[in-house]
Each structure stands twice: as structure tokens, then as C-alpha cells.
């Protein structure tokens, strides 16, 4: 019989006495939203098993049964817990809303043995879940994981599929970085050019950059992007598994792509190029009317494609050395009276936030925002470190941990680099993944209610492929799942070991292409 080994750990666990076994004559017994539940998970354990489970009403002549119950009793484990019973002769899952009850299937799907997420039919396997009562809570309501696919382009089959490995992990937020120096991904239908041009480049650099070393190029085109039409039908998809797509349009930094489709975007006279290179490029948007105006226009497609609530405008790493030189930025300071270029990002970013509040959104942004004074309205997302994270939550401001020293999956895993493909640098193996907590020292109790969360990022600089994608994501982002999901009281590093154990077959039956444990 498969042991108890559910990835992120449930809240609470209390195994019970024998198992129930899954057969061909087993019921799933829904109605309503549960019954669209019942179905994605006979869906899910069809391939596997061989079984087609049919999602019934009622329960039929003593066939066994697994329940879906949407129950206003089960209100007290909020919007996105969910209980669980197991016992030989049938099985429940409850929960007051969908969330919950999806991830009570994801619980369910991980008690049955790991060759139930296999492809094909799995022949010889008794398909038994252990008798146990279950009863699970998210920590946090912010469970995310960030994409890049503008240093490499992601086609939108593997976002489909990392959605899915996301939602498998009882992770909530997909934040999709979809614009940046080396291309942008994203169709505006009222800027053509910021996909005719911004979305290719002419070549990549070839190894790691390293300042005033000599760069040697690929010469081959790299690029793409995703229609709106495919963008709809991400943010569809990812909403069925209660997946909710975050945007991010970078902004005023990381913004060559843009610049290079529309000149008049940038600070200089000449033309620039999508950048072919990594590092953080002077290029950024100027802060003309008609630039905020350009950016409005975009996050008008922008807000119209994604339904969440939180906006992600960048803002991070944008160099003031053009605004400095710049007659135009320095004249528009003065008319605004503002001290310095950190005051005029400010102002650019507080425009942003009015017109995002203004529609009933939310921005976020890089903790970079800070400087020159936090918008209003925005929440933060603290990546260099920690810090950037308690100063805004101190200020009264939620936000998102994102620190690089827990959550930067683009880092190395192994202290053994020799043995690893290029990686940008750093440092975080698995154990490092594991002590992440969002509510780290510097939030007191008082304020750890504006600390919504964390997520794990990759960066693609050095990661051309999916497959690598997965490789530098996984395992880390179970651990990161556990972190943001588990109570703190319940986290044991060895215990997860022993559960990854069980679950690395999981992800070898989806053929994740995982780095394996050291
Ligand atoms: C970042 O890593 N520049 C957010």
C-alpha cells in the first residue's frame, strides 16, 4: 500500500485503518461545481488506470464512491481548504468553495500510488488509497510561481503544462514575465510593431556575460510571442485549475524591445535593437505624455485579457543615466518639480498605480519601487532580499516574497557548478529552497497579514529550452510549494525528503525532467 506522501503537507493528517480501492465499478458522486471538480480528476487518473469513472448524481446500487461536496459547513477552512476522509468502504471530499475542493483532488490523486500519473495504461497495480481523514489550509493566499519567456521565448504548450505542474503543488499564481530588453511576447493589437519587431532578435550572446569581456554571438534569429487569442485561452486554462495568470510589463526599465519597435518610447535619437545580450541596458522608456499615454493604451489589452486583480508593472533595475543626459527628462523634472531621477520614477510609477486603481486593479512591482517613494496603492515584490519586503509591509503595504536567497531558481543547485549546465550565478540548493518564510525577521505579528505570500522564480538567460526549465524549477518548487502552503509548525526538512522520495515517481510518471537529488 502506497504511504501517506502529499507534497505540499497537508495541515493535519490522521491516518486510519485499511485502504480504499479504486476499481472500474467506482462512482464519482458530484453535482454542480463539484461535478466540473469530479471530472478534470477522472480525467487525470483515466490514462493511468485505464478507468473511465463516470461523475454521477447520486450514488448507483453499491457501487463505491468517491464524493465531491461543495458544503457551506466546510466555511471554516476558507476559500481554499478543503477535508478529506478515506475509509475502506468510500471516500468524501469537502470544501465551502471549488479551490478547495481542487485541491482535495490533488490531495486525492497523490494517495493513490505515483504510477497514476503516468500516460499509459499501468498494468499489475492495486490503485489503493490509504485510510486517513485530512483536514488542510493554505498558509498563504499568494502561492506563486514566475515565468520569463522573453530571454527565451516558452512555446504556449509548456505553459500549459507548467500551469498544470503548478496546480499539482497547490500553487495559486502563474506570474508570467512577458516583456524585457531581449523581447516582448505579449500582442497589442493597437501597437503592431511591439510584436512585428519588439518580439525577435537578430541573435543571442554565446555563454555567461561577463562585464568588459569580449562577447561572442550565435547569429541565429530567436524569438515569438503569443496572440491574444492564445493568451485567452492560458488564462482560461490556468483559471480551471484555480490558477490565477499575473501579468508583468516592465516598465520604465527592461524596456529595449519596446523601444527598439517604437523609438520615440526611448530617451536617444538613434535607433536601438532588441537587445541580444543579458545584464540590466540603459534603454529605458522616457517619461513624455505620450509615452504614459503609450503604456496605458497597452495595460488597457493588458487588463481586458487578464482578470486579476494584480497588475505586475516591473520596475525593477532601470538605470537613470539616460534620464540624467536626457534635456527632455531633466525639463520634465523641473516642471514637476521633482528633486531627482529615483522622484521621477516614482512619479512614473505613481501614474500607473492611479490608473490601475482607477479600474479597480491592483499594482505590483519589483521592490526597486520604493526608491523615490512607494506608489499609494502598490504592493511589493521583494527580491533583493528581504528588506525591500519589510520596508513596505512596514509602511502599510502588502507584499510578495520574492527574495533571491530562497526563491531564485535560475541559481545553481549544486555546489558542484562543473557538474551543471551554465547558470547566472548564485547559490540555492534544495535545503536553501526549503527555509524559505515569507514572514521572515523584521514582520512582527502585527503586520504579517500584509506579507500575501511568496514565489519562486526563473529567469531564462540560461535556459533556452522547457526541459531545462523544468530542470532548474524542480524539485525546488515543491519545496517552495511547502512553504508557502504548509503551516509553519508542520515544515520538517527531513520529512519532506521522505515525501519527495514518493513524489519525484510522480513527476517521473509526467516526465518531468526534474535535477535529481543529490
Ligand atoms: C529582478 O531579478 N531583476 C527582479
Redesign the pocket.
Known amino acids: 500500500m502506497s504511504k501517506i506522501a502529499i507534497v505540499p503537507a497537508p495541515s493535519r493528517v490522521v491516518p486510519g485503518n485499511g485502504a480504499f480501492v479504486l476499481t472500474p465499478e467506482t462512482v464519482l458522486v458530484a453535482v454542480g461545481p463539484a461535478a466540473e471538480v469530479a471530472a478534470m480528476f477522472a480525467e487525470q487518473i483515466a490514462p493511468a488506470t485505464g478507468f473511465t469513472l463516470p461523475v454521477v448524481a447520486v450514488p448507483q446500487d453499491g457501487r463505491p464512491v468517491i464524493a465531491f461536496v461543495l458544503d457551506e459547513a466546510a466555511a471554516g477552512l476558507g476559500a481554499e481548504g478543503y477535508g478529506l476522509t478515506v475509509t475502506p468502504s468510500h471516500v468524501t471530499a469537502r470544501a465551502a468553495q471549488s479551490a478547495g475542493l481542487f485541491y482535495a483532488a490533488q490531495s486525492l490523486r497523490q494517495l493513490l500510488p505515483p504510477e497514476v500519473f503516468r500516460s499509459t495504461p499501468v498494468e499489475g497495480i492495486a490503485w489503493t488509497m490509504p485510510a486517513v481523514e485530512i483536514e488542510d489550509v493554505p498558509r498563504f493566499r499568494w502561492r506563486g510561481a514566475m515565468l520569463d519567456v522573453c530571454r527565451h521565448f516558452m512555446p504556449k504548450a509548456f505553459v500549459l503544462r507548467y500551469i498544470d505542474l503548478l496546480a499539482l503543488h497547490k500553487l495559486n499564481v502563474f506570474h508570467w514575465h512577458l516583456t524585457d530588453d531581449q523581447g516582448w511576447r505579449i500582442e497589442i493589437k493597437k501597437y503592431p510593431r511591439l510584436t512585428e519587431v519588439g518580439a525577435w532578435r537578430k541573435e543571442t550572446l554565446v555563454g555567461r556575460m561577463q562585464r568588459d569581456a569580449e562577447m561572442t554571438f550565435d547569429g541565429v534569429p530567436h524569438g515569438g510571442f503569443y496572440t491574444q487569442d492564445e493568451i485567452r485561452e492560458v488564462v482560461a486554462y490556468a483559471q480551471a485549475r484555480h490558477v490565477t495568470v499575473v501579468p508583468e510589463i516592465e516598465m520604465p526599465g527592461?524596456a529595449q524591445a519596446a523601444i527598439a519597435a517604437y523609438p520615440e518610447l526611448g530617451n536617444l535619437t538613434e535607433p536601438v535593437d532588441v537587445r541580444t545580450c543579458w545584464g540590466?541596458s540603459e534603454n529605458v522608456f522616457n517619461v513624455e505624455e505620450s509615452t504614459i499615454a503609450f503604456l496605458q493604451d497597452v495595460l488597457d489589452e493588458v487588463l481586458e485579457l487578464f482578470p486579476s486583480e494584480f497588475i505586475h508593472v516591473?520596475g525593477?533595475?532601470a538605470p537613470k543615466k539616460q534620464w540624467r543626459e536626457s534635456p527632455a527628462a531633466q525639463a520634465r523634472m523641473q516642471a514637476l518639480g521633482l528633486h531627482d531621477e529615483e522622484e521621477l520614477q516614482s512619479y512614473f510609477i505613481r501614474r500607473m498605480d492611479a490608473y490601475l486603481t482607477a479600474k479597480g486593479r491592483r499594482l505590483l512591482g519589483?521592490?526597486?519601487i520604493l526608491e523615490g517613494g512607494l506608489a499609494e496603492n502598490a504592493t511589493v515584490?521583494s527580491?533583493?532580499g528581504v528588506r525591500g519586503g519589510v520596508a513596505a509591509v512596514s509602511a502599510g503595504h502588502d507584499v510578495v516574497m520574492?527574495p533571491?536567497s530562497h526563491t531564485?531558481f535560475d541559481y545553481y543547485q549544486s555546489a558542484d557548478r562543473d557538474s551543471e549546465p551554465l547558470a547566472i550565478g548564485g547559490f540555492l540548493p534544495l535545503e536553501g529552497a526549503y527555509a524559505f518564510d515569507p514572514v521572515c525577521e523584521g514582520i512582527d505579528a502585527e503586520h504579517a497579514h500584509h506579507v500575501l505570500g511568496g514565489q519562486g522564480?526563473i529567469?531564462t538567460e540560461y535556459i533556452a529550452t522547457p526541459e531545462h526549465v523544468e530542470y532548474m524549477a524542480f524539485p525546488r518548487l515543491c519545496a517552495l510549494a511547502e512553504a508557502v502552503w504548509t503551516p509553519a509548525e508542520g515544515r520538517d526538512y527531513a520529512d519532506f525528503l521522505a515525501r519527495l522520495a514518493v513524489h519525484l515517481r510522480r513527476l517521473d510518471g509526467l516526465n518531468v525532467h526534474y535535477h535529481p537529488l543529490e
Open positions: 527592461h540590466i516591473g525593477d533595475e519589483w521592490d526597486e515584490m527580491w533583493r520574492a533571491n531564485y522564480q529567469w
